[in-house]
Every structure is written in structure tokens, then in C-alpha cells.
């Protein structure tokens, strides 16, 4: 007779694992390793602040490695919790500063007499050097775990960018973010979360600049299904933006009363975001409803007022609008947003208030399973890209087609065109020596070929175009005559690698 195989579980089993001699070298090495990168890095001259941080995911990370690796039971259990992530893109660009081109028509001395980033940067614009090649290592790790019917999730991310020509752009970038997916009976659910990012602060307007901007947003969001065909939707926001550089100048030109500040501190400040919405669905799935929006803001650092005089602006926006998806067929779909917004400032900025019309308007077509095409339009009162101390008006519209070839294999194109305008308030009081025109019309086009031969694992590649045409610049407050902010051309190609372990 056949002994009846014992049956061992796998709590035990991974327990004797756990107190194998191979386990505790293993588990000593790794320690032994976690403490000397944490070492490494707080002898780093690095700012403070995120020396801990990037200590503390290095000890994270390397906590997790010996969880992962200590059992083949443990490990098929974390991959459905935590999957560790790494991202690498490279991008070869011919203008990868927006250099524009009124800047690289001066010469050496003319650079120097504006002082334009810095001494390195302006030697290699006099010799017609503005390509470069940019790369990016992205990695960190994300959480999800179900318990009964709440969802929690989060996020940790480190991404360093290295320049190889302008390689004092070269950055270190944090990320984190932590989300709860609440749920009360069969009527109520939401999002109780909060989000870190790090981010370079784009070129467009500040060629040959390095300013990393911090944004912080704690939200709470509730919806109620008081009736089949109803519900009622609440959402409140903080957040928190400031920016960080090492560029200062004098906002006053020669005015000795007006102290130096750092270039980019304008655009720090504070939001306060509250949001009420009522929706309709009907019996085509088709959804109607109302929202009411108020965003109370405040700039953390005095700028010169119209009166000019050293004043803290406030704001306060608020917005009605309308709202619906629509299901025209069963192969298109129409989101359709819009209605009034009035923009009301702090005493000696009144200039930069707004009362008018905002919408923007999207259309979903699949004419096959194979091809795809979005259509979107806009008209918005809002900072775009967190790029200025105030809003712009933006209208534009965008196409975006795509083509699944393979099941594996798709093809996407992106092609937009969008006018920026800031004739609404004084660029030259808030934004001195910025390279922002009354009137900014960009154009962007991509195209890229995407390749996932596996679940988790993503091959891309890209080319894109992208221009800017700036017109009626600001004041030159040295001068007291018109700034010309020129234009700017740029061509791009970019390959990508993105992992994700456990992705099913």
C-alpha cells in the first residue's frame, strides 16, 4: 500500500525556509547593502529633505528584495500586491532647451550682457550647439491590495535625467503617491488620497533653465447613489505648488528697494479646490449633469502689482458647467463640457480678471476593432503646464488616430494645435525676463509604434515635431521697450523600455 503523502503547509514550509542558513547570509548581505547606500547617499551633497526620502526607498526596496527572494510562496504572493517597476527612454533632440531663435542669433558678448543661464550654456549657443541627447532611468514600485470591498493603492517613484551636453540640467526627481478606494453599503464610495511629484519645470518659456517644481494634493471625493438614476458627487482638493531654482534677479531692474528674489518663485502657491456635481443617467447609458467648481487660490511670494507696489495676489474662480456623455453609436461616443467662469484677483491685479465661456469638447470613434480616433476641442481659462504666476486663455483641438496592426503591435499619432494668450494682465510686472509672448500658437505632432511581446513588458519608439510661434512680447523693464521673444523649432526621437514585474 502507498504511504499517504504528508501533506506540509505552506506556512511551515516557508518558515524552514526562513531559518535556513542561505536565508541569513542572503538576508545579512542585503542589509549589509541597504546601509551603505544610505550611507552613500547622506554623505551626498543633496538637499537634505530628500536624502531621507531616497534613504528610506533604498531601505524599502531592499526590504522587499529579501521578501521577494526568500520564497518562491512569498514571492507569488507579493507579485499580486507589489510590482516592482523600471523605465529607460532615450531622446535625441535638436533644440532640446526651446532655445529660441532671437537667442541664438546673439552673439558670445551680447549673451553675456543678458546673462543668460550660464557661462557653459552660453558658450556652447554662440557655437550653434542646442542638440542633445536626454537619459531617462525611471524605477519604483506599486501597491495594490484588496480587503473585502476596499482597494488601497500607492506608488513610489525615482527618476533621474541626464543631459549629456547641457548635463548641468541633470536632475534627481522623488515621486509617491496613496490612494484609498472607500466604499459604505451600496450607495456610497470614494477616494481618500494624496500625491508627491517632482517634476523639471518644462522649457518653453525659461530656455537653458533648471527649476524643479514640487507639487503636493491631499484630496477627499464622495459619490452618493441616491437613486438608480441619479447620483450626487462632492470633491475637495489642496494643493500645494513651489519651485525650486538657482537663478535670481531683480524684479525692479535698478531699483534698490526692490530686493532680489528667485527667478521662479512667482509661481509658488496654494489652492483650496471644491467641487459639486449632479448627474443624470438615462436608460441608453447616456449621462447628464450639472457641476459647480470654486478654486481659491493664493501666491505664496509678493510680486509688483499695476500699482507697483510689492503685493500678495489672491484669486478666486468660479465655474458653472453642463455636462454629458453621449452614446451616439455603439462605435462613437461624444463628452461634451461646458458653461461660465468668472476669475476675480487680489486689489492691484483686477487687470487679470476673466468672465466668459469655457469649453472643451471630445469625440470617441471606432469605426473597427482595429482603428481608432479621438477628436478633441477646447477653450479654457487655466495655467497650462503650471507655466505662469496667472491664467492664460487656451483654445486649440487635437487628433489622435490610432491603428492596433497586431495584437502586440499598435501605431498612435498625436497631432495638436493650441493658442495661448496673456494679453489679459501685465507679463512684464510678474514675469520678468521670461520668454512669454501675448500671443503663443504651438504645434505638436507625434508618431509612435508601440510593441508589448508580453504582459508587463512595453517596447516603444517615437518621432515628433514641435514648434512654438510667439508674437508681441513683453516689456523689458531695463528698457522700458518691447521685449521680442522669438520662436522656437524642434525635432525629436525617442525609444522607450518598460517593465513591470507581475503585470498580468
Excluded at 549589509?32 to 524599502?60: D, G, Q, W
Excluded at 534627481?172 to 517634476?199: C, D, K, P, T
Excluded at 510678474?430 to 504582459?455: C, E, H, K, M, S
Aim: net charge positive.
Amino acid at each position: 500500500m502507498l504511504k499517504k503523502r504528508q501533506f506540509v503547509p505552506n506556512f511551515i514550509a516557508t518558515q524552514s525556509i526562513y531559518n535556513s542558513e542561505d536565508f541569513k547570509l542572503m538576508s545579512h548581505q542585503l542589509i549589509k547593502l541597504i546601509n551603505t547606500n544610505i550611507i552613500y547617499f547622506n554623505e551626498c551633497r543633496f538637499n537634505p529633505r530628500l536624502t531621507y526620502i531616497t534613504s528610506f526607498l533604498f531601505f524599502f526596496a531592499g526590504s522587499l528584495l529579501i521578501l521577494f527572494f526568500s520564497s518562491p510562496i512569498r514571492a507569488a504572493e507579493f507579485s499580486k500586491i507589489l510590482k516592482p517597476y523600471f523605465d529607460y527612454t532615450v531622446t535625441a533632440d535638436d533644440n532640446m532647451m526651446r532655445f529660441r531663435d532671437t537667442v541664438l542669433n546673439l552673439t558670445k558678448a551680447q549673451l553675456d550682457a543678458e546673462q543668460f543661464s550660464t557661462e557653459r550654456i552660453r558658450e556652447l549657443i554662440s557655437q550653434g550647439k542646442t542638440a542633445d541627447i536626454l537619459n531617462r532611468f525611471s524605477g519604483g514600485i506599486l501597491f495594490e491590495k484588496q480587503i473585502s470591498r476596499q482597494r488601497l493603492s500607492a506608488g513610489f517613484n525615482w527618476t533621474y535625467n541626464r543631459y549629456e551636453r547641457f548635463h548641468e540640467i541633470s536632475n534627481n526627481l522623488l515621486s509617491a503617491n496613496g490612494n484609498w478606494h472607500w466604499v459604505l453599503g451600496n450607495r456610497f464610495e470614494g477616494n481618500i488620497g494624496a500625491n508627491y511629484q517632482q517634476s523639471l519645470l518644462p522649457f518653453i518659456f525659461q530656455p537653458g533653465s533648471k527649476a524643479i517644481r514640487n507639487e503636493r494634493s491631499e484630496f477627499i471625493n464622495g459619490i452618493w447613489r441616491f437613486h438608480p438614476s441619479w447620483n450626487l458627487r462632492g470633491d475637495y482638493t489642496r494643493y500645494d505648488l513651489t519651485v525650486d531654482s538657482n537663478f535670481n534677479v531683480n524684479a525692479g531692474g535698478t531699483n534698490p528697494l526692490v530686493p532680489t528674489f528667485d527667478r521662479f518663485k512667482f509661481l509658488s502657491r496654494s489652492e483650496n479646490r471644491f467641487e459639486l456635481g449632479l448627474d443624470y443617467l438615462t436608460a441608453n447609458q447616456n449621462k447628464i449633469g450639472i457641476l459647480f467648481k470654486d478654486t481659491v487660490g493664493e501666491f505664496t511670494n509678493p510680486t509688483i502689482a499695476q500699482d507697483n507696489l510689492l503685493r500678495v495676489n489672491g484669486f478666486n474662480q468660479v465655474e458653472v458647467m453642463a455636462k454629458t456623455i453621449w452614446n451616439v453609436t455603439e462605435k462613437s461616443q461624444l463628452e461634451l463640457m461646458g458653461g461660465w467662469v468668472n476669475r476675480s484677483n487680489s486689489t492691484g491685479f483686477s487687470g487679470r480678471d476673466f468672465d466668459g465661456f469655457n469649453g472643451r469638447l471630445i469625440y470617441h470613434w471606432q469605426p473597427t476593432e482595429k482603428l481608432g480616433l479621438t477628436l478633441n476641442g477646447w477653450r479654457l481659462t487655466s495655467v497650462m503646464q503650471q507655466l505662469t504666476g496667472s491664467f492664460s486663455l487656451n483654445t486649440g483641438g487635437s487628433i489622435v488616430p490610432s491603428w492596433n496592426i497586431t495584437p502586440k503591435v499598435r501605431l498612435e499619432g498625436d497631432f495638436s494645435y493650441e493658442d495661448r494668450q496673456f494679453d489679459r494682465f501685465s507679463i512684464q510686472q510678474t514675469q520678468d525676463r521670461l520668454q512669454i509672448g501675448r500671443n503663443n500658437v504651438f504645434r505638436n505632432a507625434t508618431v509612435r509604434l508601440v510593441y508589448t511581446p508580453q504582459p508587463g513588458l512595453l517596447l516603444s519608439t517615437s518621432i515628433y515635431h514641435s514648434d512654438l510661434n510667439a508674437t508681441s512680447g513683453a516689456i523689458d523693464l531695463r528698457t522700458g521697450l518691447p521685449l521680442v521673444v522669438g520662436d522656437f523649432n524642434a525635432n525629436g526621437v525617442t525609444a522607450n523600455l518598460q517593465y513591470i514585474y507581475g503585470k498580468r
